[in-house]
């Protein structure tokens, strides 16, 4: 279907733009009054994420409310393990739990490669997004990258220092390889089932690459979301490795579109660092929400002046935190599209 609005795909491409595009990580979900309402009138989390037309629903809800550039659909990353024969649960206001994990090559044996069939219900929650937006928007598909999939599988909840999963590449590291060689290609299965269910571009999100020293980075992770980025042809592709600031000169090298920035890394380092050939995404402090109207204005025409008007899809550093007044992502959006076009 023709795209009404293609302004991420035109700046990925490295096109000049009448304006920066803008969505945020997270957006579905988490902040709307909206999204709770559909939330609650269910058993829980993983009733959502399985029940196509109401993971639609909420995938498309930040569109019409806050008017961002793109619907992200509505899923989790653990969707992954699940489908290998891991099931996780979601417990309310703590997060993820496994009740079994991989901790020995034993463990391998109980889980398999998944294949697109096993996590039909996102696929199926694409098509009624993309039948529904009518082009309005492009569509984000996502996945994990393969060590943050690998980290909930070993340790088997959230932590502070997965102390677990990294331990494991000490102990067993080819035992390590062959757990991310199987999510790795799982996630591809996934990524190009998305994409015939009608993503327009998919984003990698690395969240736990920043607890690894650069080489085991090198080796662990990266490594796999090269594969990745080689295996995915068919639309373009974003990473974001949070804290990985020591990795960006390498994530210049592999096959992805755009790289997402967090808020501790510098715009200017980091654009010298990934070359003229990366569009860069973010990176505002999702804190800055916090703040008067004021200063939130401030704060995004620094950042808009600072990545300048080619080659960057404005966005937080991180997802947006739950308790973000969505009044203030309304001002952080309109201030992106108004002052973008002054800098023209
Ligand atoms: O915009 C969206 O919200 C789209 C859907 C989405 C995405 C992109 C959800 C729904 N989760 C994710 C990605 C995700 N999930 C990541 C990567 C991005 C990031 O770093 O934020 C990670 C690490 C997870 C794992 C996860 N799922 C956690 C974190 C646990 C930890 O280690 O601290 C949690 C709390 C969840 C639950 C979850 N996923 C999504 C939602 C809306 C929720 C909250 C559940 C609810 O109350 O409804």
């Known amino acids: 279907m023709h795209l009404k609005n293609d ?3 035109r700046t990925i491409k490295g096109e000049k733009t009448e304006r920066t ?3 945020l990580m997270r957006q579905a979900g988490r902040i709307l009054p909206e999204y709770r309402a559909v939330r609650n009138s269910l058993s829980g989390f993983k009733e959502l994420v399985e029940t196509p037309e109401l993971a639609a629903e909420v995938t498309i809800q930040p569109v019409d409310i806050l008017g961002v550039d793109a619907a992200i659909i509505f899923s989790d990353i653990l969707v992954i393990p699940e489908a290998m024969g891991l099931p996780y649960e979601m417990i309310e206001k703590k997060g993820p739990r496994f009740p079994s994990t991989i901790k020995s090559a034993a463990d391998l044996k109980k889980i398999k490669v998944a ?12 098509k009624i997004t993309k039948r529904e937006l009518h082009g309005r928007v492009p569509i984000i598909g996502f996945a994990g990258a393969p060590w943050t999939i ?14 677990k999963a990294r331990a494991m590449l000490y102990t067993d590291p080819n035992m390590a390889h062959q757990l991310l060689q199987m999510i790795t ?3 591809i299965n996934y990524l190009k ?26 080796q662990f992770s990266l490594k796999y979301i090269s594969q990745i980025c080689d295996a995915i042809t068919e639309v373009p592709k974003t990473v974001f490795a949070k804290d990985a600031y020591f990795a960006r000169k390498l994530l210049s090298q592999i096959n992805c579109n755009t790289v997402g920035l967090d808020w501790c890394m510098d715009i200017k380092e980091s654009r010298q660092l990934l070359g003229e050939n990366k569009t860069v995404q ?14 939130i204005q401030e704060a995004v025409k620094t950042m808009l002046n600072e990545f300048g008007p080619q080659r960057h899809i404005a966005n937080l550093g991180h997802g947006v935190y739950p308790d973000t007044d969505p009044g203030k992502v309304r001002l952080f959006v309109d201030t992106v599209k108004e002052y973008s076009t002054k800098i023209r």
């Open 185 to 187: 290609d799982s996630t």
């Open 193 to 218: 089932a998305q994409i015939a269910a009608g993503a327009d571009l998919v984003q990698i999100f690395d969240s736990w690459a920043g607890i690894l020293s650069p080489v085991q980075y090198e």
């Open 7 to 9: 302004l991420i795909l």
């Open 21 to 23: 595009p803008v969505w």
């Open 282 to 295: 973010g990176n505002l402090d999702p804190c800055v929400l916090y703040a008067d109207e004021s200063r």
């Open 150 to 163: 690998f980290a909930y599988m070993v340790e088997g909840s959230g932590s502070k220092t997965f102390s």
């Open 115 to 126: 294949g697109a069939d096993d996590i039909s219900y996102t696929l199926e929650a694409i």
